[in-house]
């Protein structure tokens, strides 16, 4: 008998622990059984594999800590669950623990602790939604096997970045410094030529939570219910000004004239100087935005709603989002102050004139963590759990995308000369990137329209959406996801793909004669 390579001993495997509701039972034996046919270098437990006459919690917690690896399978029954609530406290007070979100079911996950991870399967999308759940299920599957393959991220020194997530990235007016806030308790000052840290400036405990840069030389930070000034060349502090709420933690910062708005999750004040701004009491402050150059501001909030005011009387209100608002950036331009928002559920939103004028486009399966404008205000880049994405401003389409496979963007900021976008991530990384704005191709016309629908939906299964409405959006953004350049014509880039092949022509017909405008006519000689 021919020798067999011998199988590592099962305590050096990794252990793969699934946390789930069992009304989901049947999907998440499913999705095991498709993992486990991919992931042979690992080890799956789960509740059925607990002996007769073994205490359930004491086997559950042995497990759980002995895992290297937590996969949480989310739907409504499994947030509402108390071993799922327990199970996911202690995984999050875990250290050296990957912990990966799965959806299976539309649920309010993003609201979660969890909703900081990358999710699975791909952009979020709840398994039970998926045309097809197979296939959502092989996506999970792959993305295990990645984790299982993969070496888990390091920790990053604080001399060379942070050592938990980043919260904000402020950028200074010349565009030469940055500062990114983070959960470790420090705020870093980063060159922006080198993408080199030039100073770390340490608080007295717990999360920065937002930072401020109004000039070249000071920064401000939030950290507990303090602001703390900053020499921001060498980041020694200068002073430390206490809200008059000291029980309640700020949460967002922003310039305004004669001041800096300060916002706790209850309250607004002014500083310095401490001026209360009335505000509504309800629903939690999750973020304001003012302008230098004027009093008024916005306020965001937990449950959606943006209220607009000026000074401290309440000018206009209104719900704009069906999840919490993540952050807002007030734009003046000749034709007055326009604010960009997005939100926890993946939409992005444009205010003009107020609340009641706003355009909201849906950008993302995953939530988004953090936006900034363009200086231009014709686009914006948003963090999402599973990528950054430029968003064009006026239609919603995305015009580039660069993926992530394993840390997710948390937050995120572009230079004044909108030239770079600065990012952190989950781990505490901080990056920087070039933006290129060339103009992409317009989308072609006619048939050759229908062949880039037709060929896109091959190359990416996900937009087959697009076989029903022609969606333009979903089309003028396929080249980014084929992470082709601006110049590349993407029709021909499918065409080369699959060659030979050409759609239906009874489809074409149809599609032609459904949606004469949005085909057109290809342009010839009179």
Same mark, same amino acid.
């Given at each position: ?84 609530? =327990? ?27 969890? %909703? ?19 296939? *959502?299920?092989?996506? !999970? ?57 030039? #100073? ?75 001026? %209360? ?11 304001? %935005? ?14 959606? @709603?943006? @209220? ?7 000018? #206009?209100?209104?719900?704009? %989002? ?9 734009? =003046? ?10 939100? #926890? ?8 004139? +107020? ?15 953090? $936006? ?23 239609? +919603?389409? $995305? ?21 770079? !976008? ?12 070039? !933006? @290129? ?18 060929? *896109? ?51 074409? #017909? ?13 342009? +010839?000689?009179?």
């Amino acid at each position: 008998m021919a020798d067999q390579k011998p199988q590592p001993p099962a305590s050096s495997r990794p252990l793969i622990y699934v946390s789930y509701s069992r009304r989901d039972r049947k999907l998440v034996e499913q999705m095991l059984e498709a993992i486990r046919a991919v992931v042979t270098q690992a080890d799956l437990f789960y509740d059925v594999q607990i002996r007769p006459g073994d205490s359930i919690s004491d086997t559950l917690l042995e497990r759980l800590n002995e895992a290297s690896i937590v996969l949480f399978c989310l739907s409504p029954d499994a947030l509402k669950s108390r071993y799922c609530q =327990r199970e996911m406290e202690i995984g999050l007070r875990s250290t050296g623990k990957r912990l990966v979100p799965i959806i299976l079911k539309p649920c309010d996950w993003a609201t979660s602790p969890l %909703a900081r991870f990358m999710a699975l399967p791909s952009d979020a999308k709840p398994v039970s939604t998926w045309k097809n759940p197979e296939h *959502a299920i092989s996506d !999970i599957a792959r993305a295990v096997k990645a984790i299982v393959v993969s070496p888990a991220p390091q920790a990053h020194p604080s001399q060379s970045g942070h050592t938990d997530r980043v919260r904000r990235i402020a950028i200074n007016p010349r565009g030469t410094r940055a500062v990114s806030a983070s959960d470790d308790g420090t705020a870093v000052v980063w060159d922006l030529a080198t993408l080199q840290p030039t #100073a770390v400036m340490r608080h007295r405990g717990g999360p920065v939570t937002d930072v401020l840069l109004s000039n070249d030389d000071t920064v401000v930070t939030a950290n507990g219910n303090e602001l703390c000034h900053w020499d921001l060349r060498v980041g020694t502090l200068l002073g430390r000004a206490p809200t008059e709420t000291p029980a309640d933690a700020i949460v967002s910062i922003s310039e305004i004239s004669g001041g800096t708005l300060v916002a706790t999750s209850k309250h607004v004040v002014l500083m310095p100087g401490g001026d %209360a701004l009335t505000v509504r009491a309800g629903s939690p402050i999750t973020t304001v %935005a003012g302008s230098k150059s004027g009093n008024r501001w916005v306020a965001g909030f937990a449950d959606g @709603d943006c @209220d607009v005011y000026e000074g401290s009387e309440l000018a #206009a209100t209104a719900k704009v %989002a069906k999840a919490p608002i993540v952050q807002i950036h007030a734009q =003046r331009f000749a034709d007055g102050l326009r604010y960009v928002s997005c939100s #926890a559920d993946g939409h992005l939103q444009v205010m003009t004139g +107020g609340p009641g004028h706003v355009r909201d486009f849906l950008v993302s399966a995953a939530p988004l963590s953090g $936006i900034a404008p363009m200086p231009d205000g014709k686009c914006a880049a948003v963090a999402a759990f599973n990528a950054i994405k430029l968003i064009d401003l006026s239609t +919603g389409a $995305i015009l580039r995308e660069w993926p992530f496979a394993n840390d997710p963007p948390t937050a995120i900021a572009v230079t004044p000369d909108g030239a770079r !976008i600065v990012w952190g991530t989950a781990s505490g990384v901080v990056s920087a990137r070039s !933006i @290129d704005l060339t103009t992409q191709r317009p989308l072609p016309v006619g048939e050759d329209r229908l062949r880039l629908a037709y060929l *896109a939906v091959l190359e990416l299964p996900e937009l087959w959406a697009v076989l029903e409405s022609l969606d333009e959006s979903a089309l003028a953004g396929v080249g980014s996801q084929l992470q082709l350049g601006p110049d590349q014509d993407v029709l021909q880039a499918l065409q080369s793909r699959r060659p030979g092949i050409e759609p239906p022509p009874l489809w074409m #017909a149809w599609m032609t004669s459904l949606y004469p405008s949005k085909v057109g006519k290809p342009q +010839g000689p009179r």
